[in-house]
């Protein structure tokens, strides 16, 4: 019979790289030592995806996920370059994803913003998705310590706060190659100012937002976006989102 154990760390590598963090931290790193040792290799853990792990285990024992989040972070040896969490994460956590990656982080997901992001200098993906806490100052601080920010993407649900510090804050980000902005309430002159203040967008996606009453709907503004490879503007009105926000309070959403 063949003894998997003696497997060669390179082969075991490649097959640890298929199942991903959750099946080798509690299944495939476990079974010998030899395949622990391969389940601790760093290249491994460059990536640590939260959303699976959430998505396989649900959100009990948020204590136990919390555990196994460290222990991937760890193993990443100060290597980590990108971080996927989602709404269980604490600020804990994440002060120690900080600690452990302090100049490696180039992508990160959240569901909730810390202070992680100002520690981030190389960072180039920013996921923020219904992070309702967040305004345009948060924004300014991304602006200042994430020169290397290459995509950008904020999903928010309806609401009526003023979003003209945000955008005009996002239209500093110049190296921005990506930018998606979903459930945001948007005016041809904020539009305006983005696509002037980042001339290396390949990418703009704002078919999710609302036009403010007060936009100019003319042949400037496309005429400004020629060279955004994909553009995609909004369709909705805000007298929309008014009434998709009246029927989501009705239906109790809110």
Known sequence: MRDWSELLLDALSVVFTKLGAVEVLIGAGLVCHSWLDAAKVPE???????????????????GILTAMGKRAVKRSNWQLEVFKGRDF??????????????????????ESFTKLITKSPLLEDLVLNYCQSIRGDVYATVVEA????????????????????MLLTIAAMHGLRRLTLEGVRVRSRELTAIVDGCPRLELLDVSECFLRRDIVVDGALP??????????????????????????????IF
């Open 223 to 252: 005429a400004k976006c020629a060279s955004i490879k994909t553009l995609k503007l909004p369709l909705f009105s805000d007298v929309d989102a008014a009434a998709a926000a009246t029927a989501a309070d009705d239906d109790g």
């Open 146 to 165: 994430c020169p290397r920010l290459k995509r950008l993407e904020v999903r928010r649900r309806l609401g009526w706060w003023d979003d003209d510090d």
């Open 44 to 62: 491994l853990w460059r990536t640590v995806d939260m959303a699976v792990l959430y998505r396989d285990m649900g959100s009990k024992n948020l």
């Open 89 to 110: 994460i604490t600020n804990q956590l994440l002060k120690y994803v900080r600690r452990r990656s302090p100049c490696c982080l180039k992508s990160l997901h959240l």
